[in-house]
């Protein structure tokens, strides 16, 4: 057994894969940002300094939607919620190295993807492994959303409306695989949509803007998912 | 509009920083309460499911034509394809399904 550190090359390394998925979604970002009216140098700032997908899309129909900061502001708390538990998880296996200033830096860039690589590491996360990790990804997500943003602007009206669904094609293929092997996900998945569509389409709440029907929906539909299907002892045995 | 682009940028970015460092950098213990770990399992099922229905089906302009982009997005995601190709699917659909109408009104 080695009991080298991890390293800034072995990060690299890990990040590849990572980088080439974000290369496509953002991408889908990108254009969905022109198409919706937002330049392809805004959507690109927006991926450099986000780097997450959901906040991102959730973000953007807040700005199309000519919505408030405050609601802005729940939105993103709300969807990057999860970002709280995956920094609060990965702070128990950093390495003594991790200082706080590294720890003010990393944190930028943990995401659902970058975090499950490094959590599924069996040594200590160091700050370089961790600077390694990130950088592909990042350089990836900021570059498809730029490349996005310009196709989605010179592509013709026919074509370009038909990307506009890519987005949602790979929201689906992250959702219905977990859906088909989880009950709760998949009652998840259905209270949060039927959620949408009631606010959506009953008049009664013709008011709700797009942004806090993703919180109300949010929120309701994982709730409803904790109680009713509650998940034991697997998130222990999954952490280890 | 009031807002500045650069407001909402500024909002997102900051609120998004704070959720990762802030227990990154401050808390050192273990979440223990079950409910608050699985309410967080959920919640990036249930963003999901809110974003995308019913928004998908407004995503190419033509309700007709997402139909049938997302019954293959569907269809491909059962089958546990990636997510490129998922995508793919969903465009490929959509455009055909769109110059069929095309061709069928003329």
């Known amino acids: 057994m080695e009991s080298k550190k991890l390293s800034f090359k072995e990060g690299l390394a890990d990040g590849v894969p990572i980088g080439l998925g974000y290369l496509s979604v953002s991408f889908s970002f990108g254009i969905a940002a022109v198409t919706q009216g937002v330049s392809a140098l805004a959507a690109t700032v927006v991926s450099m300094t986000n ?3 959901a906040g991102q899309v959730a973000g953007l129909s807040i700005i199309t939607a000519a919505g408030t900061l405050l609601e802005m502001a729940l939105a993103q708390l709300i969807i990057n919620m999860r970002y ?3 920094s609060l998880s990965l702070s128990q296996k950093l390495d003594t190295g991790f200082t706080t200033p590294h720890r003010f830096l990393a944190a ?4 659902d993807e970058i975090f499950a690589v490094a959590s599924g590491k069996p040594k200590e996360i160091t700050p370089s492994y961790m600077y390694g990790l990130i950088l592909l990804p990042f350089l990836c997500w900021s570059a498809g959303t730029l490349l996005g943003g ?5 592509l013709p009206e026919m074509l370009r409306s038909a990307l506009g669904i890519a987005i949602y ?4 293929a992250i959702f219905i695989p977990p859906a088909r092997k989880s009950a709760g996900v998949l009652v998840t998945v259905i209270i949060s949509a039927a959620m949408s569509c009631g606010l959506r389409y009953i008049p009664l709440f013709s008011h709700v803007s797009s942004g806090f029907a993703i919180i109300i929906c949010t929120l309701a539909a994982s709730a409803a998912g904790a109680i009713l299907f509650p998940r034991g002892g697997q998130k222990e045995a999954e952490a280890e | 509009m009031t807002t500045s682009i650069v407001a909402y940028i ?3 970015a900051g609120v998004t920083y704070l959720v990762r460092m802030l227990p990154f950098v401050i808390f050192r213990k273990k979440i223990k309460s079950r409910f608050v770990k699985d309410f967080l399992y959920y919640v990036p099922y249930a963003v999901l499911g809110a974003m995308t229905i019913p928004a998908a089906f407004y995503s190419t302009g033509n309700v007709a034509s997402a139909s049938v982009g ?5 269809l491909l995601a059962l089958k546990n394809k990636g997510l490129l190709a998922v995508a793919a699917a969903a ?3 959509a455009f055909a399904a769109e110059l069929l109408m095309k061709f069928l009104l003329v």
């Open chain 1, 51 to 53: 780097l997450t997908s």
């Open chain 1, 84 to 86: 709280a538990l995956m």
């Open chain 1, 108 to 111: 930028f860039g943990i995401t």
């Open chain 1, 150 to 154: 310009i196709a989605g602007s010179v």
């Open chain 1, 169 to 172: 094609g790979m929201f689906i």
């Open chain 2, 10 to 12: 500024g909002v997102m």
């Open chain 2, 70 to 74: 997302i019954a293959a997005a569907v």
């Open chain 2, 91 to 93: 465009c490929i659909a």
